[in-house]
């Protein structure tokens, strides 16, 4: 039996350890200081998405990755309404990116806490698949969540990024 040695890539671990940290961080929102939730993404998200794109996979194409959805919804809110509670007035932004903006003369509000709550959801899910299983489930699961960054989540983690960097660098001058 070959055996892939994706797992022992240092990017790959590197990327597994900031997903572990990332959900870490949002679990804990509810006992954070603002100022120090919005520094910790600031540092984790740019950290992650290096790693998402440097995700090296040999794709064996036996079957169709996918991750199992494991975490329920009302976890989800709960990670969501504490990170909304936290930023308070600061959680909602314009979004710029939006396909619908080229047929809109409205501005069209995203949530950060939705956002992050969103990149949380499928990193959750990818903590889960992959833990105590063997190297080959472990890269189907590398795999899966490399193609979902692709389709869907780089775009989410850039655009609060940005959203996060206007509100530690001009909302607190706007405030004064």
Known sequence: ???????????????????NEYCQTLESARETECDDFIAAMLRLLPRIYITASDLKIDDLGLEEPYIDGRLDE????????SIENLLGPDDTYL??????????????AASVSEGLADIFQVLYNFLEAI?????????????????????????????VMRALNHIRYNAFNERD
Do not use: H
Request: charged share 25%; hydrophobic share 35%.
């Open 1 to 19: 039996m070959m055996e892939s040695s994706t797992v022992l890539n240092n990017n790959s671990l590197a990327f597994i350890g900031l997903c």
């Open 74 to 81: 009302d976890y989800y809110d709960s990670i969501r309404r």
């Open 95 to 108: 979004e710029v990116f939006e396909e619908d903006m080229k047929y809109s003369d409205t501005p069209i």
């Open 131 to 159: 833990k105590d299983v063997p190297n080959e489930l472990i890269d189907q699961a590398l795999i899966a969540v490399k193609d979902d960054f692709q389709s869907y989540w780089s775009r989410i983690l850039c655009n």
